[in-house]
């Protein structure tokens, strides 16, 4: 069964300054996308960044990008220039093909300080 | 585009009422919705998973005639929590995946329900 590890439950970050947060993850496909997404204090969950396990290049959104390293079943998550509306609960999670369910980490909550 | 609507944000109800949780695809078509539970500082726990048109298929433990799951087009689907109790009460979340507004592997989120049974 596949399974996605946070081993960080807190992280903190001054504002301006970057932040990584730690995923990996464990499965026997050679194929899958990889997601982090955000969980706000509204509880909405937002996508921050998708990656497809075929790319070898990192995915990037203006100032999120994602250090994807298949052999080692590791997927962080980058963080530059922090602002205060990042403090959030971000989750990692894994899907194997489309429509199929989502596998979650247990969160990292992300504290940023002014 | 691939916005998820979900309705009601909060609802309160008493013992041994039901309670309808309605999760709309806005722009796009959703094919495949999944419903899911979140206790406070946890991670989402997923209930079920639903296809339009097919019966939902149940995550392990959870009751299926408690939980009814209905998805009867490719923009609608619907929890009703039956005969509700105080541990029923919990953040319920939809999300949806399909085609148009967004790519198929992706999951998009409404904003959630909280119940709270008296």
């Known amino acids: 069964a596949q399974t996605v590890t946070q081993s960080q439950p807190e992280m903190s970050v001054q504002e301006a300054e970057t932040v990584t947060l730690s995923c990996t993850y464990d499965?026997?496909?050679?194929?899958?996308?990889l997601f982090w997404y955000k969980q706000p204090p509204s509880r909405q969950m937002i996508l921050v960044i998708r990656?497809?396990?075929?790319?070898?290049q990192n995915a990037t959104e203006n100032r999120f990008s994602v250090n994807f390293q298949k052999a080692a079943k590791s997927f962080s998550l980058k963080i530059s220039d922090s602002q205060l509306g990042d403090a959030a609960m971000y989750f990692c999670a894994y899907i194997k093909t489309s429509g199929s369910r989502l596998t979650f980490g247990e969160g990292t909550q992300l504290t940023v300080n002014p | 585009g691939a916005v998820v609507s979900q309705h009601p944000s909060w609802v309160i109800c008493k013992s041994g009422t039901s309670v309808k949780i309605e999760c709309r695809s806005l722009?796009?078509?959703?094919?495949?919705m999944f419903w899911y539970r979140q206790f406070p500082k946890q991670s989402l726990m997923l209930m079920a998973t639903s296809n339009e048109g097919s019966k939902a298929t149940y995550e392990q433990g959870v009751e299926k005639d408690k939980f009814l799951i209905n998805h009867a087009s490719l923009t609608l689907s619907t929890l009703t929590v039956t005969s509700a109790h105080p541990e029923d009460s919990s953040f319920y979340i939809c999300s949806a995946t399909g085609l148009a507004g967004g790519s198929p592997d992706t999951q998009y989120f409404g904003p959630g329900t909280r119940l709270t049974v008296l």
């Open positions: 722009d796009f078509q959703a094919t495949t």
């Open positions: 990656q497809e396990a075929y790319k070898q």
């Open positions: 499965t026997s496909e050679s194929d899958y996308y």
